[in-house]
């Protein structure tokens, strides 16, 4: 089931087949910068649901130097966006100004794009600024009969902001990332499990949960997930669930006082739906 609104889903079907002929003609005829954030402006407005002259900024002004584009809500910055001409091939080096402006403010996404090709970043600021590619896609590859494209782009659109479905997608990665994975396999809880099902296929050998560790951390899982900045932060976000989960359990096993209750309702709280990770193809 789509997580889409039907009046987004039909607004980005139409810009998708509207944009496709525009950007194709716009990198025939070379486009410069100028006439490419237009176009840009025109996608933020027509696809992604922003008001041209509310909610899309231009030449924003941080400490003296200048960002292209933003979009806001509510009068705050959502995302700061880099705009570069259709014709010009996006580097990595390109954001980085961006990213310089967006840890400065306190902005966490920043958008790098031609027009054609899109690309988000995630900006972090911990002992340093860091930023990471979340998205990448190529909008004439985009197709408006494929759920999981549409998918991918309602995540940049007003609507999708609004019900925070960019950062779910972040955070979704970060719960599936490899270092995230790596580190919970050498929890204790993990090895216990491990150790149970050992025994059950050699009942006589001695195992200990150190042996099942040394074996997963040398043998099975990629040294590179295990070292380093972000195999770091995984253990540590990773031990501060457990210990908050710990805590839970232990509020959970004191006695509570049960209170008569009068006119007793049910609240009903429906699942929440993660989209699955996309990337449309490139």
Known sequence: MSNIPQKV???????????????????????????????????????????????????????????????????????????????????????????????????????????????????TIDKSVDHEKIVEYDFLNIDHHNQDHLESLYRLTKEGWIKSALNDYYEQRQALSKYSIAAILSTDSVLSVIRKNLKLISPDAKINAEQIRSVIENEVVIKDVLQGDKADEARKKIAKALKKAEKGTNDESSPVPVQPVQNPTTEICPPTVTASPVHPPA
């Not at 027009?115 to 900006?123: A, L, R, T």
């Open 9 to 123: 889903s039909e607004r980005l079907v139409a810009g998708i087949k509207k944009f496709k002929s525009v950007l194709a003609t716009a990198h025939e005829n070379k486009a410069n910068e100028s006439n490419t954030v237009i176009i840009i402006t025109a996608m933020l407005s027509e696809i992604f649901g922003y008001d041209t002259f509310e909610e899309i900024t231009s030449e924003i002004a941080i400490r003296g130097t200048f960002c292209d584009l933003a979009t806001q809500i509510d009068k705050k910055i959502q995302s700061l966006i880099e705009a570069k001409a259709i014709i010009h091939e996006l580097n990595p080096t390109h954001v980085t100004q961006a990213v310089g402006y967006a840890s400065r403010e306190g902005i966490k996404w920043v958008v790098l794009t031609n027009g054609i090709i899109w690309q988000i970043y995630k900006v």
